[in-house]
């Protein structure tokens, strides 16, 4: 049975919702509206009620990786972030402090950059004739329109940064290199494949180059359907005290095995209408340092983004489509994403493969 207290201060917020939009932004929403569009927008990433939206289909990983940051106020398009050096692995100075004396101080030094958004827009049009007919069946055609722009809009956002992330120049190719293209042997459905000691040789990498273990293990599909089912994994987990022996391995296992939270991209996109489907994260695999959302916290990359976005722009009537018309719904995106430190991951190109 639901709690009568929780009922009353849901309604409370909902009002207080409502009476809040209509005193800041003035639209003609009728509360019945308002409730449609919040429903179809349960998060928020901003203080834009009931317009704005924070939460990823569940298939796409790609903001998992390069985590969302409003680093730009609502109206403005261009990010400002910082950066900082090793400061914080500095071990030279004497800090031992004589009595009498001064204390040392520490400092760090911050780079502030500066970024252009781009604006991500898609119109969603409702034939009145057709939303009228949907209706019957308890259909809110807005709402379904909305909803699939909002999907393209994302998965366009996952394409970004897959393809930033699956770029050999994102990472840094000095010294070891933070990157290496799979083939023959070397990919990971092959039989004499080492992946583990890949992977182990891999972490060290990352730390050696940015002072941090990677705590993200990505792959796509194919990467894991291979690297479950490794001659070297299967032995580990028949020899080891992984737990129960189970091939392919599961996602539990190998995080067991590398130390690592391991997410998989299952997202798949067509290039036209009806098109043929490809994975949005290839073949590839790749090892990240993922921070939080903050501008602070050292990371391989990150989604920046406007405060307020996204939104979905008030509807309105164009007489050109449709017997009636069709009502227009706008969704916009403004964000980028950026590789904020190019040390701090590792790509391997094609490891999903057998030769």
Known sequence: MSNPVDEKLEK???????TKF???????????EFSNIANFIPGTRATFPGLATGFAQRPLMGTLLA?????APDGLEVASFPSFGRESFYAGENDIVAINAGRKSTDYAVTWNSEQLDAHAMDAPVDVRLARALAVSGIDAAVEALELARSQVELRKENSIATLLRTQGSYDLTGTSSYAACSNTTSWGNASATPIETVLAAKETVRG???MYPNTFWMSPLALRYLSVNAEVKTLLKYGSEGSFSIPAS???LENIFGMSIVVGSAISTATFNGAFSDVWGADAGLL???NNNLHTPKFAATFTSAGSPKVMPAYLDRRFGAEGSMI???VDYY????????????????????
């Open 12 to 18: 409370a917020v909902k009002e207080l919702s409502y």
């Open 22 to 32: 209509m005193a800041e932004h003035g639209k003609e929403l009728t509360k019945e």
């Open 67 to 71: 985590p969302e940051i409003v680093a």
């Open 209 to 211: 180059k940015c002072g």
């Open 251 to 253: 996602v539990a296992a």
């Open 289 to 291: 340092v993922v921070g």
């Open 329 to 331: 719904y706008s969704y």
């Open 336 to 355: 980028k994403a950026f590789v904020t430190m190019n040390t701090a991951g590792y790509l391997w190109a094609n490891a999903g493969t057998t030769t």
